[in-house]
């Protein structure tokens, strides 16, 4: 079983929607982020979490809302979704104490469309 | 001052070439330069990493290049292969608190 997952893999909806993804782990770490991918922009953090009591905005926050459920589980939604937050979207975790820990494991990634 | 920049944005290699990318970033309080791949329908790995001080490291056909003082790191893929076709990120580590990605380089590596 992969060790970060992410549900819906794929999501079309449209303009004015409240869309939720979600993210899981197995791996036991404290830090989660929420990263947006357009082509040629690389990752963008929206926001991150280095645990149940801690979120922070990341570079794009505006339009986004997270929700830290448990140590495992971490939640982006959109509140009233627009057509240019069209964008693959990434749940990571890292353990996060410096160094090598500061690895990000990505899940598989939640293509949406908004029309 | 956060910023990673990444060269170039895509590249094209025959088999069995070098393929070489490029990273140069601004703060120096970075402390760990990770690379990660990503193919087609997946979310990025690990691929290799370095630290500071450290100015080289090979794991396979794969290799970084660090030089602290240019403020400059590179990925260099051996011996090219179909396989290594795939988006590949640079990143800067801050002390465990933020990670800053390049904007990535498509790599496509003919047959």
């Known amino acids: 079983d992969a060790d970060v997952t992410q549900t819906p893999r794929n999501r079309i909806t449209k303009t004015g929607k409240r869309i939720m993804l979600e993210c899981s782990q197995t791996?036991?770490?404290?830090?989660m982020y929420w990263y947006r991918q357009d082509p040629g922009l690389g990752l963008q953090l929206i926001y991150y979490?280095?645990?149940?009591?801690?979120?922070n905005k990341g570079e794009i926050s505006d339009g986004y809302s997270v929700s830290r459920q448990a140590q495992a589980k971490f939640s982006l939604s959109l509140e009233s979704a627009i057509p240019n937050q069209t964008a693959l979207y990434f749940c990571?975790?890292?353990?996060?104490?410096?160094?090598?820990?500061?690895?990000?494991?990505f899940g598989p990634g939640t293509r949406l469309t908004v029309l | 001052q956060q910023q990673v920049k990444q060269s170039p944005q895509s590249l094209i290699v025959q088999k069995g070439g070098i393929s070489i990318i490029n990273c140069a970033y601004e703060?120096?309080?970075?402390?760990?330069f990770p690379w990660y791949q990503q193919f087609p329908g997946k979310g990025p790995a690990l691929l290799i990493a370095?630290?500071?001080?450290?100015s080289e490291k090979k794991e396979g056909r794969f290799t970084i290049s660090f030089n602290k003082s240019a403020k400059q790191f590179s990925l260099h893929i051996m011996d090219s292969q179909p396989g290594d076709s795939a988006t590949y990120f640079c990143?800067?580590?801050?002390?465990?608190?933020?990670?800053?990605f390049g904007a990535g380089t498509r790599l496509f590596v003919k047959a």
């Open positions: 990571a975790t890292s353990s996060g104490w410096g160094g090598t820990t500061d690895t990000q494991y």
């Open positions: 703060n120096t309080a970075f402390d760990y």
């Open positions: 370095i630290r500071p001080d450290v």
């Open positions: 979490s280095f645990d149940v009591k801690d979120i």
């Open positions: 791996k036991g770490h404290d830090r």
């Open positions: 990143a800067a580590s801050l002390g465990g608190f933020k990670t800053i």
